[in-house]
């Protein structure tokens, strides 16, 4: 038997809706979202199930940012360095592009994108393809392929064949576990598609 779901049926029902990206779930979600993260350490089980990370709840609900950036703004100035969900917001911000003060970031040169290193995502998208399962390294790849503005910068025909191959794949596109084995395979699949997607006509 299944241990029970931590959480009461109203943060259940919220973690659903934010899920299926129903605006019902906005009120009160960040103030659900904070209390959890400042909860004492409780380890889990692989067979039990889990509560979401705060920032596998938030970061894709970005389209919604002009509703929670107000509550996750000020959860992060209350909280502070010590908070124990003050991280996993600054993350999120991060995510969304928000600037957070004190928060340290990593931005490129005069913001400008890195272009990949073809060798590289050759090797890491012909590596999953085959098979594997390095897909912190394959996501990489791919957000190196990706423009800002979504389109796909050049790939040889060798890549772009096993693009597509991991595209129609059977197989779980993770190598993670629980709940975040869907959100990483969604999260590959989205951006191979994009990837494989064709660019703007000129």
Not at 62 to 78: I, N, T
Not at 137 to 147: H, T
């Amino acid at each position: 038997m299944l241990a029970p779901l931590i959480g009461t049926v109203d943060e259940v029902a919220r973690w659903a809706l934010a899920r299926l990206d129903d605006p019902r779930a906005l009120p009160g979600l960040v103030g659900q979202l904070r209390a959890q993260g400042e909860e004492e350490f409780r380890p889990y089980s692989l067979a039990e199930p889990r509560r979401p990370e705060i920032v596998d709840v938030l970061i894709p609900l970005r389209a919604h940012a002009d509703v929670l950036l107000p509550d996750l703004v000020e959860a992060v100035r209350q909280g502070g360095a010590r908070g124990g969900a003050t991280p996993a917001f600054v993350a999120v911000l991060e995510a969304w592009g928000v600037a957070v003060p004190g928060a340290a970031t990593t931005p490129g040169p005069s913001g400008e994108q890195v272009e990949p290193d073809p060798r590289a995502v050759a090797e890491s998208v012909l590596a999953v393809a085959a098979g594997g399962d390095d897909f912190d390294r394959f996501l990489d790849a791919l957000r190196g392929v990706l423009r800002a503005d979504g389109t796909s910068a050049e790939v040889s025909p060798a890549v772009r064949a096993a693009l597509a191959a991991v595209q129609q794949s059977e197989r779980r596109l993770s190598d993670l576990g629980g709940y975040r084995q869907i959100l990483q395979d969604e999260e590959v699949r989205g951006l191979v598609g994009q990837a494989l997607a064709p660019g703007p006509v000129p």
